[in-house]
């Protein structure tokens, strides 16, 4: 069984601070998506890294996938409230994905 | 372009009832996948379907778990009869193909809320 440890799982900032979210596998993936999800929704990609030490920046958000395709980081700067959200990895293989838990982010006025 | 439909939003039942939720893919998506989420936790797979064949239903509780895909489009999920711990939401997504090399995007509807007293 595949599994991805997130962590921290709560994690409460002011606007304006930066953070890391982390995600963890002993497995190795194919792919490792990110989703943020917001409360009474489901889940929405932000981004897919595919390639072994592989960085994405999506505006303030830098992704990184581990060389060893076991894990991952999600980096925020400078937080916004509207980065308020569950974050939540999932690790492609073969045909399914596996989500970690999720860290929930709150990001204070 | 339409997003995933799901209805109904919330349902709650008595432990021993029988329950079924309704999903509507994007049009054009092959794949569908049935998640439950339980508070707390990520989504855990249930089931996915390729147009209106089985893919993958390792994680489904087939004892009082069932789902369709008829004519390849929209899907029902049915759980009967239902525990405590079913309560969860239960979310539908779907995907153009395969997610495979997972370059594919898979596409969430909002969830059915399910709460079992």
């Known amino acids: 069984t595949q599994l991805l440890e997130q962590s921290p799982q709560f994690l409460s900032i002011q606007e304006g601070e930066n953070l890391t979210v982390y995600c963890n596998s002993s497995s190795v993936f194919s792919s490792l998506q990110w989703y943020r999800q917001e409360p009474g929704e489901g889940p929405v990609l932000l981004v897919t890294v595919v390639t072994g030490g592989e960085v994405k920046k999506l505006k303030r958000l830098t992704f990184q996938f581990g060389d060893a395709r076991k894990d991952s980081s999600l980096h925020i700067t400078a937080a916004q409230p509207g980065d308020t959200g569950l974050y939540l990895c999932?690790?492609?293989?073969?045909?399914?994905?596996?989500f970690g838990k999720g860290t929930l982010l709150t990001v204070n006025p | 372009e339409a997003g995933v439909a799901q209805s109904p939003r919330y349902k709650i039942i008595e432990k021993r009832q029988s329950v079924a939720f309704w999903c509507n893919p994007i049009?054009?998506?092959?794949?569908l996948y049935w998640y439950q989420q339980i508070l707390g936790q990520g989504p855990k797979l249930l089931i996915q379907?390729?147009?209106?064949?089985?893919?993958?239903d390792s994680q489904l509780p087939k004892d009082r778990f069932s789902a369709e895909r008829l004519k390849g489009v929209d899907s029902t999920l049915k759980i009967q009869p239902a525990k405590l711990e079913d309560s969860a939401v239960y979310l539908c997504?779907?995907?153009?193909?395969?997610?495979?090399?997972?370059?594919?995007?898979?596409?969430f509807g909002p969830g059915t809320r399910l709460l079992v007293l």
């Open positions: 379907f390729q147009n209106n064949g089985v893919v993958d």
């Open positions: 049009s054009g998506h092959a794949t």
């Open positions: 999932a690790g492609g293989s073969n045909y399914k994905l596996t």
């Open positions: 997504a779907s995907s153009l193909d395969w997610i495979g090399s997972s370059r594919e995007t898979q596409y």
